[in-house]
């Protein structure tokens, strides 16, 4: 018992965390600055030799902006990032040129060999040339053969027919999943090719002094001699090796410390003989918060909806079983949209349950705590819709102006879609939110006895408003690497970080006040959970940059602190264990139930999507072929839904403790709902995507790249058979999400009828 009481002091875990995400976020900013200085040179002309100008800088910037109005990541992806319906533009065209310069290498020479050996020279000479950087700093120029222009021009061509839509692409367009009648011009189709020239002559030419290239060889294609480099073995393999030594390091810890610690989980005075909701007064700000609560039901159900038409699309391009969907809602919408609810509504539910349990912590509720509650509603209703109906407008060609799309339409960064405009306003809306939190939660801060485990919440709910604010710091023109940097601040911290710490001091602190956990053990407990979940989150944010143009320094830390966020996921099961012994200490405890469930639900998924899944794809070979592939989605759905979506049901869940009459609900809608939503996510990520994406790893090892994102074999008979898997698992999720969606009505509508019944008394 010393051992643990002097280890785990609340002032050493303070110094401690404080400490180390000082030094994170310094080596963060450090590296961030190398990618300022080692991005991929953005030439000022791409020219023959002769001359001749191909493309220049003001093309090539032109092109970023032209594909993000289109969709940008949604339709198809660069550098590996994206959906995963159309190729990845890099890779596609990368091949593409490497083909056609290989014709015309073979038509040029003499022969002087024959057979393999003549093919042979000619691969070395393609590689030779291709790998050869002929940027030259001091012009800013970037000079290329004539037979390299030739191929380059042969590959525009393809790529203005097929954004053009000429008439035979019409075919290719429909795997694509495009819309048929969406064309460009012939500035915005050259511009475009240009952008898409410079991403993959990125991926192949040589840094300077190197013998890789920008993208550290990725995407793995052997025509062109990318293949995985000594980094990427090196690195992955003492990444696997740190994992399983922080596995049996904190399972030691844990086994050592486990009776010792958990012996300290009651209360002092016992645990509570009656549930202090029941006597809590509901203020006029939290009952405020149940128009949220409807809203992310509503949210929650279109976003499921949109993401069945979504995957629909990669079996049947333009529509949905014969309906003409594609000329409403194309692919790239129902991507869009799909992929931002995910966030919106998980993200309300969290916001939301900031506002209702901040007076109920502190029982205090501020002047004016409702206004600006119901404010901060209204402003998020706007944005969403407002950003939505300019992401339409903008697909379908209603904007014009690049500059307008920038701020008001489509930016085509996936989780980051909104126009500049939105996101503004959303980080205000954000800043508000801190605001109303903070002043309703200060008396909590003033009683000694939690005083850390409030001020946990309190930074983590500083932090949740500050991070979003890295989505600013990217411009209209800003070099694509840079912006991969800053975007990852936001989905990786933001989404994936903060708002788990903030969610999980939250639980803690209500059950601190619900009498069931002892306020010392719980602020100890989540000091010490936070310090180990950000050691490796705040640097694991790199392995999402590897082969987004950066330094192998981005690499080697993206490989090494990516294991490390696993090796906490390692121990759920003591955490779930003790989990079920705080929740089952009373009988009163039963009204929380299906809020403590879903809590425990969210530990399982933590484990599957974010540490076996997630670790599926982390080491640097494993991403190196599976970069944007059906992996990626594997991962994704079981961790963004599984995790943070469960997560965020079971904080709504605790909420309508008090907003609703828990005498009046449908247990058994709640059962069907629960069990549905785990067993359709865990048909939907082994029955479909999961086998997807090991099939496309397979043709991405054994054929390249460009081929496992291929029309020809995305659309092969058994990828298509694969989409068709995943209907059984749509069907069960998809009644969990029917079942919910009644449950909420049904509670509401009930405490409607209680309150109107009690008023006519």
Not at 124 to 133: G, I, K, P, S, T
Not at 690 to 696: D, F, K, S
Not at 734 to 742: D, E, P, Q, R, T
Request: hydrophobic share 50%; aromatic share 16%.
């Amino acid at each position: 018992m010393e051992t643990y009481r002097t280890t785990f002091t609340i002032k050493r875990l303070w110094l401690i965390l404080a400490g180390s995400m000082i030094v994170m976020f310094a080596v963060l900013l450090y590296f961030g600055r190398e990618i300022y200085h080692l991005a991929p040179p953005i030439p000022a002309r791409v020219e023959t030799a002769a001359g001749e100008a191909l493309y220049t800088r003001a093309d090539i910037q032109r092109g970023q902006n032209v594909w993000q109005s289109l969709g940008g990541m949604q339709q198809g992806s660069v550098w590996g990032h994206g959906g995963y319906l159309a190729p990845d533009w890099s890779a596609d065209w990368l091949h593409r040129e490497a083909e056609a310069l290989l014709a015309l290498i073979a038509e040029r020479d003499t022969p002087s060999a024959s057979g393999k050996l003549r093919h042979k020279i000619h691969e070395a000479v393609l590689q030779e040339e291709l790998r050869e950087n002929t940027f030259d700093p001091g012009t800013g120029a970037i000079t290329v053969s004539p037979e390299r222009a030739e191929a380059i021009r042969h590959v525009a061509s393809h790529y203005r027919g097929l954004f053009q839509a000429h008439e035979d692409y019409q075919e290719l367009r429909r795997d694509y999943a495009f819309p048929l009648h969406s064309s460009l011009n012939d500035e915005d189709a050259h511009a475009l090719t240009a952008f898409f020239f410079w991403t993959a002559w990125s991926t192949a030419t040589q840094r300077p002094g190197d013998d890789i290239s920008y993208t550290s060889n990725w995407p793995y294609d052997p025509l062109v001699g990318n293949t995985p480099s000594a980094s990427v073995l090196i690195w992955s393999i003492l990444s696997i090796l740190l994992l399983l030594g922080g596995i049996g390091g904190l399972v030691w810890y844990y086994v050592r410390q486990y009776d010792v610690w958990r012996a300290d989980l009651e209360p002092e005075t016992g645990y509570a003989k009656e549930d202090f909701l029941t006597d809590a007064a509901i203020t006029p700000s939290m009952r405020a918060t149940a128009k949220y609560f409807w809203v992310v039901t509503a949210l929650f159900a279109a976003q499921v909806l949109l993401g069945i038409v979504t995957a629909h699309y990669a079996v049947e391009g333009q529509g949905l079983y014969g309906l003409p969907l594609v000329n409403y809602l194309p692919y790239v919408i129902t991507r869009t949209w799909h992929t931002q609810l995910a966030v919106l509504w998980i993200a309300t539910a969290w916001l939301a349950t900031g506002l209702y349990v901040a007076p109920l912590l502190s029982g205090h509720e501020p002047k004016f705590q409702r206004f600006g509650a119901n404010f901060l509603f209204f402003s998020l209703l706007l944005i969403v819709a407002a950003s939505f109906a300019g992401q339409w407008l903008a697909v379908h060609g209603y904007i014009d102006d690049l500059k307008v799309n920038f701020w008001f339409g489509h930016q085509g960064y996936e989780y980051v879609d909104l126009g500049r405009f939105w996101q503004i306003y959303l980080f205000i809306g954000l800043l508000l939110w801190v605001v109303l939190v903070l002043r309703a939660l200060w008396p909590a801060l003033q009683e000694k006895t939690n005083q850390s485990l409030v001020f946990l919440v309190i930074v983590s709910t500083i932090t949740i408003g500050l991070l979003f604010g890295a989505g600013l710091l990217w411009g209209q023109h800003t070099h694509i690497s840079i912006m991969e940097y800053w975007r990852w601040w936001v989905v990786h911290l933001w989404v994936e970080g903060i708002f788990e710490v903030f969610a999980t001091a939250i639980i803690s602190a209500l059950f601190v006040r619900m009498g069931i956990l002892r306020v010392s053990v719980a602020t100890t407990m989540i000091l010490f959970a936070t310090i180990i979940f950000l050691g490796g989150g705040v640097l694991g944010i790199f392995h999402h940059l590897y082969w987004s143009g950066t330094p192998i320094a981005v690499l080697a830390l993206g490989a090494v602190f990516s294991a490390l966020e696993v090796v906490p996921l390692m121990v759920v099961g003591f955490e779930a264990y003790n989990q079920a012994r705080v929740e089952n200490q009373r009988l009163w405890e039963k009204a929380y139930h299906w809020p403590f469930m879903f809590f425990t639900s969210v530990l399982v998924w933590n484990l599957i999507g974010a540490g076996l899944f997630g670790f599926l794809i982390n080491p640097p070979i494993a991403l190196y072929y599976m970069q944007g592939l059906y992996t990626t989605a594997n991962h994704g759905h079981a961790a963004l839904f599984g995790v943070y979506g469960m997560l965020g049901i079971g904080l709504m869940l605790y909420c309508l403790r008090g907003l609703t009459d828990i005498r009046q609900w449908n247990q058994k809608l709640l059962k069907i709902a629960f069990w549905a939503l785990n067993i359709g996510l865990a048909m939907m990520t082994f029955l479909s995507l999961l086998p997807q994406g090991l099939w496309q790893t397979y043709a991405s090892v054994k054929h390249g790249y460009a081929y496992a994102r291929s029309t020809e074999f995305i659309h092969s008979t058994l990828m298509e058979a694969l989409v068709w898997a995943r209907v059984p698992g749509d069907l069960v999720f998809g009644i969990g999400v029917f079942a919910f969606v009644a449950f909420v009505l049904q509670a509401f509508r009930k405490r409607a009828a209680t309150a109107a019944t009690d008023l006519n008394r």
